[in-house]
């Protein structure tokens, strides 16, 4: 199975055709009309590879995505910094003895502020703690904000190519919870491949959100996505590029159309190196009503985002469209 690479090239060049179209007098009419015309037709280009990606394989890498070189330059040197302070260090020499093999850091913004937590355990809360540096901070929260802004043009560019409406999700995305996460998986030892081949550092899941965007470790591979015949594909991206993927919510909410493909993360001898990941966990807020987003979506039953992530694991399997079984065969 290929994975997709898709440039956000075209949509940016619509969004500075769109600026520069409301600048212009209205006196320059067949100009505005050429405008009008090339927008269109980045727009539909665009969100054609990104209907197909999403339909087809759940995952694309991302290129040309807005996202400066150097915040995210900035966002891997400052967690790795991180990983390597106390108290984290001690912790981190508890994490290789247990089957997780990975530490977290966790970050929610809310009301009543940021919720931050570290540890190995899963389900977040584990080890609540504060921000020890200011840079650090700075970076992440800037990073987050980067994001965000993205996260919100892709749910626009996914509404357009269901064909609805581009400001769709817009009232979803108010007050969402989204979270970030930077993941450091320890280094292996010669010892762990001496009766395997490879050590599975996470084990396969699908994300229970909308969409996450990765920004991957550039030097160590790890990562891999499930094909709908049980195979396993590599995704290594450039530097440069961030890796997509949906999740079940959107799955849910499409009726299955989109996919919210299994994925895991593999050591080899070869990749047995420290791995950096930081994945932004796109979430709409919990009142967002999930309503049929597609006509061949079916009628399943109406059920808010909080009652669905509160619920996930009765949700897993997408509705059935008419006459049709969506199912994943994985």
Same mark, same amino acid.
């Given at each position: *199975? ?34 009008? #015309?090339? #927008? ?53 020499? *508890? ?87 930077? #993941? ?15 050590? #599975? ?10 969409v996450t965007v990765l920004l991957a ?7 891999? &996505? ?8 590599? &995704? ?34 070869d990749s047995a190196g420290e791995r ?42 997408p509705p059935k469209t008419r006459g ?7």
């Amino acid at each position: *199975m290929k994975v997709p690479e898709i440039s956000l090239k075209s949509f940016y060049k619509a969004e500075a055709d769109s600026n520069l179209e409301d600048r212009l007098p209205v006196r320059v009419t067949s100009l505005l009309c050429r405008l009008q #015309i090339q #927008i269109v037709g980045h727009l539909v280009l665009a969100c054609s590879e990104l209907r197909n990606a999403c339909e087809e394989v759940g995952f694309f890498v991302l290129t040309d995505h807005g996202i400066c070189d150097a915040l995210m330059e900035s966002l891997r040197k400052e967690c790795t910094a991180f990983f390597k302070r106390p108290p984290q260090s001690n912790v981190l020499g *508890m994490v290789s003895s247990t089957d997780s093999r990975f530490l977290w850091l966790d970050h929610v913004p809310c009301d009543d502020g940021p919720a931050w937590s570290l540890g190995p355990v899963h389900g977040r809360g584990s080890m609540p703690w504060q921000l020890d540096q200011e840079e650090f901070a700075t970076v992440w929260t800037a990073y987050y904000a980067e994001v965000e802004k993205l996260v919100a043009r892709l749910m626009s560019l996914f509404a357009v190519a269901m064909h609805l409406p581009a400001t769709t999700f817009d009232s979803a995305l108010k007050n969402h919870r989204s979270s970030m996460r930077a #993941i450091l998986y320890p280094e292996l030892a010669e010892a762990d491949f001496e009766q395997t081949s490879e050590v #599975i550092r996470s084990p396969e899941h699908t994300d229970w959100g909308c969409v996450t965007v990765l920004l991957a470790d550039p030097e160590v591979s790890g990562l891999e &996505i499930c094909d709908k015949d049980g195979g396993w594909t590599s &995704i290594q991206p450039q530097r440069h590029a961030l890796v997509v993927n949906l999740g079940e919510l959107l799955q849910w909410w499409t009726g299955g159309k989109w996919l919210a493909t299994p994925h895991r993360v593999l050591a080899r001898p070869d990749s047995a190196g420290e791995r950096l990941s930081c994945p932004y966990f796109g979430l709409v807020n919990r009142e967002t009503l999930l309503q049929p987003l597609l006509a061949e979506s079916g009628n399943h039953e109406g059920i808010t985002a909080g009652e669905f992530l509160q619920n996930h694991e009765r949700y897993s399997d997408p509705p059935k469209t008419r006459g049709q079984d969506t199912s994943l065969k994985r």
